[in-house]
């Protein structure tokens, strides 16, 4: 069955510093998503993507932020100076329509010191 | 605001007992869906169940059905003849169906431990 898949599982990087996560989404699904938790606290909402463009966003997803979508399978999620409250999990999703159900990646775990 | 809380940030059962996972959710709209996914360890979230919010059925899929309450904003979740592959970690979810948002609204999640 198709997968959600994400890299790397675990990123430990340093305060301002640059990272990049890394989804590949089901194969014929065209909307995007990306979701964080912050250990103890919900799931949160960060991004939707469609058609090469951002559809929706959080207030947490500000400037710092940004995806992308570099090719025919990979969706990236990049922090471009990291801060110690963005340590969490990562949470990437796809969906082949938008009412459809989204299916989720694993998750990568962000630390930042 | 759509809100949605996971009373329970834990629950144990026994295996091949029935468990009961709660989940309540605040919205003013008349449409929307509700989900329950479950994380194993180390493991993406998977789909559980799906209720469309105009239906008054509650779902069922094989051990796992739901208990929809609408009026009460409720939607829990019951897992009959508990295996050990149901240990995880269960997230209730909101979703307006209509165009213009289809983000998920989480809880915050119910670890649920099946001891053999």
């Known amino acids: 069955e198709p997968e959600v898949t994400q890299t790397p599982s675990h990123q430990v990087t340093q305060m301002g510093q640059e990272v990049i996560l890394r989804c590949v989404p089901i194969?014929?699904?065209?909307?995007f998503y990306w979701y964080r938790q912050i250990l103890g606290q919900k799931v949160e909402f960060l991004v939707s993507f469609y058609n090469n463009e951002i559809s929706e966003k959080s207030e947490i997803f500000d400037d710092q932020f940004s995806v992308e979508r570099p090719d025919g399978s990979n969706f990236t999620l990049k922090i471009r100076s990291t801060k110690l409250e963005d340590s969490a999990m990562y949470f990437c999703a796809s969906s082949g329509r938008p009412q459809e159900t989204q299916y989720f990646g694993p998750g990568t775990r962000l630390l930042v010191l | 605001a759509q809100t949605v809380t996971q009373s329970q940030p834990e629950m144990s059962v026994q295996e091949a007992e029935t468990v009961t996972l709660s989940c309540t959710y605040d919205?003013?709209?008349?449409?929307?869906?509700l989900f329950w996914y479950k994380q194993p360890p180390s493991r993406q979230m998977i789909l559980v169940i799906r209720?469309?919010?105009?239906?008054?059925q509650n779902a069922t899929e094989n051990r796992f059905s739901v208990n929809f309450q609408k009026a009460a904003k409720s939607f829990s979740l019951k897992i009959s003849d508990s295996q050990l592959g149901d240990a995880a970690m269960y997230f209730c979810a909101y979703r307006q169906p209509r165009s213009g948002t289809y983000k998920y609204i989480f809880g915050t999640g119910t670890r649920l431990k099946v001891l053999a």
């Open positions: 209720q469309e919010a105009y239906k008054q």
């Open positions: 194969s014929n699904h065209l909307y």
């Open positions: 919205t003013s709209e008349s449409d929307y869906y």
